[in-house]
């Protein structure tokens, strides 16, 4: 049976819902081998889930070449930058939702919803979108049904 080795990025919430949503995954083997956070209690965290490596820094995580799909699962600002990470350490890649957004610059003026212009918010994003469209083979949206 095929083998597909994960590591995931994050351990809040929404990481509970992955590890949660992988024990249902038939016909293929699935192991997660990694986990990488900022949580204080990434080693517990870790230990509770049967995964054995832990990194406080994902890009470490990323030379793992046992590792091919990486699972991100971090706050949104954060997802283009793990995302185009990942796809050049050559991993394959799951996002949670949102892909991306406007989550603002340096001198932007707050509140930046209502005071930066929305076309400056709409063209960083469509470029951000391009930089992965240019390092991804395909993008899914892919939704899970329980
Ligand atoms: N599908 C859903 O139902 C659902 C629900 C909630 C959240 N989400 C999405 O899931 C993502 C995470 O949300 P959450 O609620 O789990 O957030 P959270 O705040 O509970 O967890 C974020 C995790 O990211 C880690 N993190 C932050 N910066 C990091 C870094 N540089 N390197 C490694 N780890 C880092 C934190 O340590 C933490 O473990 C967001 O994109 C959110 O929109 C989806």
């Known amino acids: 049976m095929k083998k597909v ?3 995931i990025i994050g351990s809040g919430f929404a990481a509970g819902l992955h590890l949660e949503a992988y024990q249902y995954v038939r016909g293929i083997e699935i192991q997660i081998k990694a986990i990488s956070s900022l949580a204080p209690n990434l080693r517990e965290y870790a230990n509770a889930h049967g995964i054995s490596d832990i990194y406080t820094d994902y890009r470490e995580m990323l030379n793992d070449p046992e590792i091919s799909l990486i699972d991100i699962i971090v706050p949104p600002a954060l997802h283009t930058q793990c995302i185009l990470d990942a ?5 394959h890649v799951i996002c949670e939702k949102p892909l991306t957004g406007y989550f603002g610059k340096d001198k932007d003026p707050l509140p930046i919803g209502k005071k930066v212009d929305r076309q400056k918010m709409m063209d960083t994003v469509m470029e951000e979108m391009n930089q992965l469209k240019k390092r991804s083979c395909c993008i899914r949206k892919i939704i899970y049904v329980r």
């Open 87 to 91: 796809l050049h350490a050559g991993k």
């Open 5 to 7: 080795v994960i590591g």
